[in-house]
């Protein structure tokens, strides 16, 4: 099995037939003008560094032959799933369901909400709509890892401390063993995505394992069966 020497605090082992890779929001809504993230006042050109590490480990997650799944935050047209202290928290430039430049805001269907271009999920590939931070609350990933006999995640997407942590701390609650990749992973906030990043490996791995996508990018084989026949 597959070992990440270099990942904090301790190495990390997994198999490849029961981890998945978990691209989280890498949505235009986050990371592009016009969108959920830059309406509350968010430089949305902070996450952009995460989407060239994060393309070459999808790349070689699919030559690897693992499972890949992708998340999307956002909320049905009528927000019905929106609970209004979502809604109307804070004082944004634009409210969840106003039209913007790529449709409605963080609403399920329009542009804005679709993932990025670069990182675009392959057909057959899972994508899992999502209401809330958290990628398991009010959707089917648990039962569609717990299918595929899933126990580990190599966690990647946007934002470090809001959506990527409450899914680390909800996978790691069911049981989930979770190693984030600090390049794939990205804030707004730097200081928030350092200490994000330290609160998952601090207490010998409170809530899992940290390391860089060039550790994961060593030791993945280059086909599926070439890691099975080794
Ligand atoms: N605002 C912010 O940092 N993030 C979110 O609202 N959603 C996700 O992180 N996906």
Request: charged content about 20%; some cysteine; aromatic content about 6%.
């Amino acid at each position: 099995m597959p070992t990440i020497a270099a990942a904090r605090p301790f190495p990390y082992t997994f198999d490849l037939t029961t981890t998945a890779l978990l691209v989280i929001d890498m949505q235009r809504d986050f990371l592009e003008p016009g969108g959920f993230g830059e309406s509350l006042g968010n430089d949305v050109s902070r996450l952009r560094r995460t989407i060239a590490p994060l393309g070459a480990l999808l790349a070689a997650a699919r030559a690897a032959g693992m499972t890949v799944v992708h998340t999307r935050e956002g909320h049905l047209p009528d927000l019905s799933d929106c609970p209004p202290a979502k809604l109307q928290r804070g004082a944004p430039r634009m409210r969840i369901g106003d039209p913007g430049p790529n449709g409605r805001i963080l609403i399920r269907g329009e542009y804005g909400h679709d993932i990025v271009d670069e990182l675009a999920p392959l057909p057959g590939e899972p994508v899992v709509d999502k209401p809330g931070k958290g990628a398991f609350h009010a959707t089917g990933l648990g039962d569609l890892l717990a299918e595929q006999k899933i126990d580990s995640l190599l966690v990647t997407g946007v934002t470090t401390e809001v959506c990527v942590h409450t899914t680390v701390r909800e996978a790691n609650d069911r049981g989930y063993e979770c190693l984030v990749l600090a390049d794939c992973v990205g804030s707004y906030f730097p200081e928030f995505h350092r200490a994000g990043l330290d609160m998952i490996a601090a207490q010998g791995g409170i809530f899992g394992w940290v390391a860089d996508s060039t550790d994961v990018l060593a030791v993945l084989p280059t086909t599926p069966s070439s890691y099975a026949s080794s």
